[in-house]
């Protein structure tokens, strides 16, 4: 009975469950990122996110360029 309590006990954490539970609360916090962004009169809120991917990806692209 003993060996049993113990095959529990590592089956609830086995790494595939923990990558399981990890998923899961990334596509919570996405999720929620997403519709804080989108709800209600927010919209300047989506406008000034891409302005900024915008100015990072030229600051990016624009650092690769130099010799």
Request: with cysteine.
């Amino acid at each position: 009975m003993h060996r049993h309590a113990i095959t529990r006990a590592t089956r609830s954490t086995s790494p595939s469950r923990q990558c399981g539970q990890a998923s899961v609360e990334y596509l919570v916090v996405a999720c929620a990122l997403v519709i804080a962004l989108l709800a209600g009169d927010q919209v300047p809120a989506v406008t000034a996110l891409i302005a900024a991917l915008k100015s990072c990806f030229s600051a990016y692209s624009f650092a690769l360029s130099l010799p």
